[in-house]
C-alpha cells in the first residue's frame, strides 16, 4: 500500500489527499489526484478537453514508437513491413486529427458558438 502512495505521489505531485476540498481557497473547483477540476460547465470544458487531447497526442506517439519497432523487426518481410507502414501512418493521420481538433474546437465553440469560458 505504501509504494502505491508513493506512485501515485510521484506521477501527480500536487497534494492529493488535501485537506481542503476546494484547491486551497479557490472557489468552483474541487481538488482530486488530476488536479483542480472545475464545477461549472464552461471551465470544465477547457481542461477536459486539454486532457483529452494531451492523451491522444500521448497515445499517437505510442503507436509511432510501435510502428518504427515493428519495421525494424520485420527482417524483409513485404507483409510486415507494410503492416509497420500503415500503423505508422495511422498514428501519424491521429496526431495531425488530434491537433487540428483543437483549432476546430475553438473555432466552433469561440468564433461561431461564442461560449465563454473556453
Known sequence: MFWIFILLSL??????????????????????????????IGPFVAWLSTWIFGVAGGV?????VYGFFLMATASGDPKAIQGAQETITSAITGLFVSIFGVFILRLIALNILQIPGL
Open 11 to 40: 506521477i501527480f505531485p500536487q497534494s492529493t489527499f488535501a485537506a481542503d476540498p476546494f484547491c486551497s481557497g479557490t472557489a468552483n473547483k474541487i481538488d482530486t489526484a488530476l488536479g483542480c477540476i472545475p464545477v461549472e
Open 60 to 64: 499517437a506517439f505510442l503507436m509511432m
